[in-house]
């Protein structure tokens, strides 16, 4: 068999013995107990391996397995000839059982995840063996509206970080899980949280905030992965958020809106910046040969209630470019300028060549709308080149919300929610996790209310017999829905397209799929006996393809919890 | 009157209002009673939280029963949600006359020792008679209501999110019902929501929380 390790044994004895001189015995037992991926070179990530992500058919080392999103991984071992003999090579049970939306990270055969909470493990990716287990110590003071939640980490060189539930960055040893240094991102008690997984790019950690529901000021920060210090920040609210007065929405809905007496707002309350929202609660995207960061914004802050937010209420609810060394502002497109329906943009923005309007193939980038449409934009300006039919039904849209409550689909989960779409760059196409859950939007305006819950009214979701969910693969080259699978609840979780032609995805009631990438035909199931509402991964560990998804259920969509991170892998 | 009783009705006896009134009635001892009369292991207390503590026991209850049905169940409620609660009856954003005068003259320093305090001591057992949630109805509500999303999936609450497992019946109803009235102001989403619900929905859900 191929051993992948380059450390020789004395180097592991010695670490053994270090780190017993430091009283890690749970790190130091884990160190003995194997070996074979442990090797202290291939564990120490580069940025030339980051920048290689999309080819490396070993590691899953980005959230979304590399800086442009894809979810495509690389390797066919796995396919749609053999995939009915997938079965589970090992399964870990975390101390945590609550919702878990967390994407393993995968190097040199060990494996990272998180859990509600803000828990992380290193395992064996080959057996499931725990190598350490980190828990973050949340201060009394958190604040998120969405369940306890976590979507992984981001790895670079030994090691890795983690937002956490009481708005702090911190970073770990990869090889012992000990805290190497954090730092307090901004304050809990005015409504900031951290849930997405960051990016590392060439020293720098990139991460957004949580917190939309809780007048917040969204930002993306770039902090030292060394050193924990701040780099830069980039607001998304802009000190004029006003922009140009809008009527339509991205694709040309009329809004609804009144102008003029917004206008009066405006002129009264003055620019309305400061408690605007506009959370960045998942992972950008990454040009490197363009040096851009893309991502998506979220919903002005208070979501349902416009009475006190003039205009269009800037960067909310749009992608954004910003210059991948300052953060400065290179470019945006607003798909809801001034939202009263929660439409957050948060679905992973993905980078991806595309033809434009002539048929000429261009850097795009492409998002997954909580509105039902798939967007695609040329990268150079954000300027929209076409967007998808929808692909989840519209009722109603945008009725505005009173207080009695107005009923609209998508409701305030989407369409798409947070759930990361995945790419098939031979088919040209991509998947996309829907969700169908209308909801009543209740208004009731109050004032800004200092860091606590900020709706100015509230959601209540139809009846469940009226929801369901479906995986859609949509044509981006076109925009034209190609197929979708059907699902009796909503969607959420997130998509993992591979070269063996297979598209992975959960649902709530347990189930975790692989369907054919070109036709959507269902080609295997498992259930795993809780909810599988997180983003699939794959990786190889001595030649060894796996599959692996966390089952913990979700605390948004109240799917049913557990514990499991399962691993998937062919029998003979 | 026991000792509790008559040190809480001299506490505030610069309030004027009805004691009575203002706290509920005195809770019979058919509607609760600890399960166990265990004493509750103390925290260590600082000389500080050893001259405040007797107050709050005095309505909140020295085995962590409330006297009162009014008062909710404070030991072991999350730490975070005791601070912010305590933290909003001083900046007046929770109004109460007993609570906003409890807490009138005590430091950030003095809640946050106070909230901990507390969080650390165990839940009380109160046997509130359990619901049997005919055909589903209040399930249904609390999905619609996505009660679970952000109080968790056994109600059990987290950080500044309030467990309401168990939590007393009557102080559910009392506090809801201010939510409705904008009466309790300082969760104004907590309010909108359950103007979305009636009346008899909201006892029908304090009645299934309070079982839990």
């Known amino acids: ?572 | 009157m026991d000792r509790h009783t008559q040190r809480a009705r001299r506490w505030f006896s610069g309030i004027a209002v009805g004691a009575t009134l203002t706290l509920g009635d005195p809770v019979s001892a058919q509607e609760m009673r600890p399960r166990a009369a265990e004493p509750i292991p103390e925290p260590q207390l600082s000389e500080r939280l050893a001259e405040l503590v007797p107050t709050c026991l005095a309505c909140h209850g020295e085995n962590g029963v409330p006297n009162y049905a009014e008062s909710p169940i404070v030991d072991g409620q999350h730490e975070g949600y005791l601070f912010i609660q305590l933290r909003d009856y001083k900046n007046g954003a929770r109004k109460h006359e007993v609570m906003n005068e409890v807490v009138k003259d005590l430091s950030r320093q003095d809640l946050r020792e106070l909230a901990a305090y507390f969080a650390a001591r165990p839940w009380p057992r109160v046997d509130q008679p359990p619901v049997a949630d005919e055909n589903g109805v209040v399930e249904r509500l609390l999905a619609e209501g996505q009660c679970r999303e952000c109080h968790g999936a056994d109600f059990m609450g987290d950080g500044t999110m309030p467990r309401l497992a168990g939590q007393l019946t009557a102080y559910l109803v009392s506090t809801m019902r201010a939510f409705r009235l904008k009466e309790r102001t300082n969760n104004a989403a907590m309010g909108s929501l359950l103007d979305t619900f009636s009346d008899e929905e909201i006892e029908a859900i304090a009645r299934y929380l309070g079982a839990l």
């Open chain 1, 1 to 572: 068999m191929l051993r992948r390790s380059r450390t020789p044994l004395t180097t592991i004895l010695l670490l053994t013995v270090a780190l017993n001189a430091f009283g890690e015995p749970e790190a130091a037992r884990a160190q003995t107990i194997k070996g074979t991926h442990l090797s202290a070179d291939l564990r120490f990530v580069t940025q030339r391996m980051l920048d290689l992500a999309e080819g490396d058919g070993n590691n899953f080392l980005h959230p979304n397995h590399n800086y442009k999103q894809t979810r495509f991984y690389p390797n066919a071992q796995i396919n749609t000839s053999n995939v009915r003999r997938l079965r589970p090579a090992w399964l870990f049970q975390v101390d945590v059982r609550e919702s878990l939306e967390t994407t393993p990270v995968v190097v040199d055969g060990v494996m990272y995840v998180t859990t509600a909470y803000n828990h992380v493990y290193a395992l064996d990716a080959a057996t499931g063996e725990q190598l350490w287990h980190f828990k973050h110590r949340l201060s009394p003071v958190t604040s998120y509206c969405c369940g306890p939640n976590n979507r992984g980490v981001a790895v670079y060189e030994d090691l890795v970080f983690m937002g956490t539930l009481d708005a702090k960055l911190i970073a770990l040893d990869s090889r012992t899980g000990k805290l190497v240094w954090e730092t307090q991102i901004a304050d809990p008690e005015l409504g900031y949280s951290e849930t997405m997984a960051p990016v590392v790019v060439e020293g720098k950690v990139l991460i957004g905030t949580s917190g939309g529901e809780y007048g917040i000021r969204g930002f993306l920060k770039a902090f030292d992965a060394k050193t924990g210090k701040l780099l830069w920040t980039f607001y998304t609210t802009p000190e004029n958020s006003v922009g140009v007065w809008a009527t339509k929405d991205a694709t040309g809905k009329d809004l609804r809106r009144d102008i003029a007496k917004e206008k009066e707002t405006l002129a009264r309350i003055g620019d309305p910046y400061r408690w605007l929202g506009g959370p960045v609660w998942q992972t950008p995207a990454i040009d490197r040969a363009g040096r851009k960061i893309f991502m998506v914004v979220g919903n002005p802050a208070p979501p349902l209630d416009d009475s006190q937010r003039p205009g269009d209420n800037l960067y909310t609810n749009s992608l954004v470019a910003v210059d991948l060394d300052t953060g400065r502002y290179h470019c945006h497109l607003q798909y809801v300028p001034h939202d009263r329906w929660d439409m957050d943009a948060v679905s992973p923005p993905v980078l991806i060549e595309a033809p434009d309007e002539n048929g000429q193939t261009v850097p795009a980038v492409l998002h997954a709308g909580k509105t039902g449409y798939i967007y695609i934009h040329r990268r150079e300006d954000c300027s929209l080149i076409r967007f998808s039919e929808p692909i989840v039904p519209q009722e109603n849209m945008w009725a505005l919300p009173t207080p009695e409550g107005t009923r609209m689909a998508p409701g305030a989960n989407g369409g798409v929610g947070w759930s990361p779409v995945a790419i098939h760059p031979g088919l040209g196409l991509v998947y996309a996790l829907a969700i169908h859950q209308p909801m009543t939007f209740h208004l009731q305006s109050t004032p800004y209310p200092g860091g606590k819950l900020w709706l100015g009214g509230a959601f209540r979701v139809a009846p469940a017999d009226e929801h369901w969910g479906a995986l859609v693969a949509v044509d981006y080259r076109t925009g034209a829905i190609r197929w979708e699978v059907k699902t009796p609840q909503p969607l959420i979780g997130g998509a993992l397209a591979t070269a063996g032609g297979l598209v992975f995805f959960g649902e709530g009631n347990g189930r975790f799929n692989a369907v054919d990438a070109a036709t959507g035909a269902r080609l295997w199931s498992f259930q795993a006996g809780a909810g599988v509402n997180a983003p699939p991964v794959s990786y190889t560990v001595d030649g060894k393809q796996y599959v692996a998804v966390a089952a913990g259920g979700s605390a948004q969509l109240d799917f049913k919890r557990g514990n499991a991170i399962i691993a998937f892998t062919l029998v003979e």
